[in-house]
């Protein structure tokens, strides 16, 4: 191949490709230039005035390096792999770095495999991370368990590109024998590890940094950033579907430590990524913010490329990937068209490969593991009358806890004529017939159950409702269908089937989105709070590392004391 | 030892040292802090406040991350590794890049071993890179030749750090096939390629660097160094004792595209070093030419670790390696301390480590094979009274090629009354007894004859005087010692052995200071015009890549034309 780029880089022969009539952002130098940008193969050879065998007119738009989401959850797209690409390549983005935490805490290691595997259908490069937290604590049961010494053997499996976020920060504090493991383990292999330290500084910072985890995406705060970066952290600039941090953490970068800036998604549902975007969001935000632009196309580009050592990738050079996106203007960032290795994957919003979910794999199918479920399994009973109950609040995943007098009657709580519903944590990967039982105030649902199958991080069954008929029936919906969403209420049964792990759809993107925007109607008709998304806020009630009072299948759990609780105040 | 560092960045055991009372500039934010700085073994746990088992009081002084010279030949230094390490750490040199092109031309693949195994009696750290171009030319005969083979073969063993500069640029221009399986063997071994193209741009440039040649250290313009930076490339800051580029290229450096800016000084003598400096020298240039202290610092620090991917490099932050430097200020850059991986290896300009040059390998040492010359070999016989000479020019390395009318006599040319002086050179690898001859004018040496084993880049005799009986006595005294430098004049003999490869001296390096200004004194006393290095701006005329006129063991070559050429005009 090196006499062709050659041959091409000199013009002695036509380059395979070359795009023309458009300006280009020099990551390097910051500048914008005008000029033909020469791909042969899948590499770009120069830029200059070149002819190619193919040409095509950028209509003197603008050209960046292909973008880069640092760090993303697939699964929280609740799209395959192929559809969630058939949605973020045409807003320009052509890698991500991808942590399968949330499917690999329901199939373990064939989980992460999937993902990887899955990817490969698409052009979308993705960097498969080893999740580093299955399960998240020791005080639930997921689908699997991934030990220090598990961590070892995999982290220096090639597909595997690092260490996905370390997010067990007390363990490591702790110096916890798994969590030391797992962190010589990536070490040993040479590998990134990710980190996770939502508002930690000081020394406790610097000693979670010195154990070699080198990026951090939960800064809620310039000054939590400006930290992390002068203890040598990379710092995402994340903008989720409910963590949008971008515009806050863009106010600390400065031209020194803007090369320690990148771009992460983490967590974006497939209706966000169709109607708003991915990275090119992001950007939007940032710029609307005052980020200047080419600093925020350098951070969501050459930035991620050093932080992950993605060699080749980050800029409009020779010897780089042709990996580019063409974007309208720097503003909008409407992307015109996308191109990964010398290919054009992308045009007008709409990906030009096939986005469509293939055969899965046996690991990630028929992932609900249960029994059927009688009304009598959600009866809740109390010793006395006074009880402790989650209260959830909105735009937050943060939890409070209270106490409530409830009347009890047949050896259960008597819910009518109040704002509490019953919250259960059904187990579904072993069939262990675990249920957590507990009250939840605040969602606004009446005449009915919901329940679903996604429920951080060990993504048990969760249902919530005011009826234990309807609970049942809401849960053995979802173990007919193989895991998914379904709404219970007056004797009619609504649901979508997230057949892969329960966590994803095998839909194509649009599909989905319709599918599942008409059973959030369905939801919110049956009285829940508009200001929760009516699945996904019970999502992170099972969530036993966010304050204060959560629920898991073994029970209520104080994670304030990080112990359980009994429900009885 | 992850454990150890998360006590030691805790503060619940004090960590192994703490520098305490210093200021630190921070690479990743550009400031300059206040703050002890914790060390546990050899790795920085933390800033902050800390108490060490051992503390050692930086007086109010700047503590740097250790300066890595990213591009050094060391043999350019002639000494040996060792002494080498005792002159540049005492001035905050904690890692270098070596290309050990010269010994490697003379001794093949041992010579690169040498400086490895060397380099390991001392604390530095050395990253040692495999010669590209050995032979330079196909023009001349050198000790050793690694062909393209030989270089997919070395280049995947792990003391190999990556290929050295790739000087052979019109072959790679050109798809030469030996420079093509250069560059396909670095990168299927995925190890870095440096650059060497002097005044190279455009479509050419383009075309280099597609190759996957990423570094150059040749620019002599801040345009040169702007070009090559928009195209991807690093550039090397050189400040070489010959090549002093620093003051003119620092102004090419600007916010967004200092993170491409290294420091390098590719060719620095022992007594440069020990006079002047190393990579302190440079800094003190660049800061005075204009660069901002702190953007200095990350060029020669951050930045080279970037480019090199030297994990654990170029930071004082949790995590990294304890390689520090202290310096008095940040514009006189005098060096208060230096420390390696936690211990302190040098205090006062003085290395705190045995520096002296360790039993040396059969390898590299008797490298000079030749007979006994006598005065008739460097008679020079024309056909006419027309001849070809080279013209030497002060503070230059590129030759003229002038046309002179000489007398002859009992078939040898006749010098006296002239400017001119005989230069030969004399094969010494294999005892072929090649002996090209020419005139050389310009020099001003008179009345006896100077010799050395040091002539790039295949490092064969090369000897100038006006009488041949001086001549074969200088060379044979460079026999007899094994190689180095001699002089022949009235009768007396001066010399000082280059016992590594006819290189580099084994002595410590004050006295080798001390007795090579002795004879250079010596030469300088025959004549030699002071504004030459009496003795190394000799040694660059063999260097058959460098124009117009230069000799070869094989004869006169016209650079120009890339051919030999005749002597007869």
């Known amino acids: 191949m090196i006499e062709k780029w050659i041959d091409a880089a000199l013009g002695t022969k036509k380059a395979s490709l070359v795009l023309k009539n458009g300006r280009f952002v020099n990551v390097f130098t910051g500048e914008l230039i005008g000029a033909d940008i020469a791909i042969e193969g899948d590499k770009i050879v120069g830029y200059g005035s070149y002819e190619g065998q193919e040409e095509i007119d950028l209509k003197g738009k603008i050209a960046v390096p292909g973008l880069i989401d640092a760090h993303v959850h697939i699964e929280s797209s609740q799209l395959s792999p192929e559809a969630f690409a058939g949605l973020v390549m045409p807003r320009g983005t052509t890698t991500v770095i991808a942590d399968p935490h949330e499917i690999t805490n329901v199939c373990g290691i064939s989980g992460a495999q999937y993902i990887y595997k899955a990817s490969e259908n698409t052009p979308l490069e993705v960097k498969v991370m080893l999740p580093s937290c299955v399960p998240a604590t020791a005080f639930e049961t997921s689908g699997a368990v991934l030990t220090g010494a598990d961590t070892e053997k995999f982290i220096r499996e090639d597909f595997l590109f690092g260490l996905g976020e370390f997010m067990n920060y007390p363990g490591v504090l702790a110096k916890d024998p798994e969590a030391i493991k797992k962190l010589e383990g990536a070490r040993a292999a040479g590998k990134i590890i990710d980190g996770h330290a939502p508002s930690t500084g000081g020394r406790g910072l610097n000693a979670y940094i010195a154990t070699g985890i080198s990026t951090d995406h939960e800064c ?255 849960v053995n919906e979802l173990k007919r269908i193989g895991g998914g969403m379904a709404i ?3 004797g009619r049964i609504d649901s979508l089937p997230l057949d892969i792990a329960g966590l994803m759809s095998s839909l194509p993107a649009e599909e989905y989105v319709t599918r599942s925007q008409a059973l959030l109607s369905r939801a ?41 609780c009994n429900i009885d105040a």
């Open 220 to 474: 809620i705060r310039p000054e939590e950033a400006e930290e992390k970066i002068s203890k040598g952290m990379y710092i995402h600039l994340r903008e989720g579907s409910a963590t949008r941090n971008v515009a806050v953490n863009c106010r600390a970068v400065t031209p020194y430590n803007l090369r320690r800036f990148l771009f992460c998604t983490d967590d974006r549902h497939a209706a966000d990524l169709q109607e708003n975007g991915h990275l090119d969001n992001a950007l939007r935000v940032a710029v609307k913010a005052g980020m200047h632009p080419v600093q925020a196309v350098i951070a969501a580009t050459l930035n991620a490329a050093d932080c992950y050592h993605l060699k080749g990738k980050g800029a409009i050079a020779p010897g780089y990937d042709a990996d580019i996106a063409v974007f309208d203007d720097l503003k909008d960032f409407r992307c015109f068209m996308t191109f990964k290795g010398g290919k054009k994957v992308a045009e007008g919003g709409k990906p030009l490969f096939d986005a469509s979910c293939r055969a899965l794999p046996e690991e990630v199918k028929n992932t609900v593991h249960l029994g059927v479920l009688s009304p009598d399994s959600f009866r809740l009973k109390l010793k006395g009358s006074r009880a402790n109950v989650i209260r959830i609040l909105p735009d937050n995943v943060v939890t409070e806890r209270a106490v409530r007098t409830v009347q009890s009657e047949a050896g259960d709580v008597v819910l009518s004529g109040t704002d509490l519903l019953k919250l259960a944590v059904v187990e579904r990967h072993r069939d262990t017939g675990n249920i957590g039982l507990g009250l939840l105030e605040g969602y606004g649902l009446h005449g009915g159950a919901i329940a679903l199958t996604v429920a951080h991080d060990s993504h048990n069954v969760i249902v919530l409702g005011d009826r234990n008929a309807d609970m049942a029936a809401a």
């Open 488 to 490: 219970a209420a007056g």
């Open 524 to 564: 919110y008709a049956l009285g829940i709070d508009r200001r929760f998304d009516a699945f996904m806020s019970l999502s992170f009630l099972a969530l036993l590392v966010i304050p204060s009072l959560k629920l898991s299948d073994r029970g209520l759990f104080d994670v304030d004391q990080f112990s359980f």
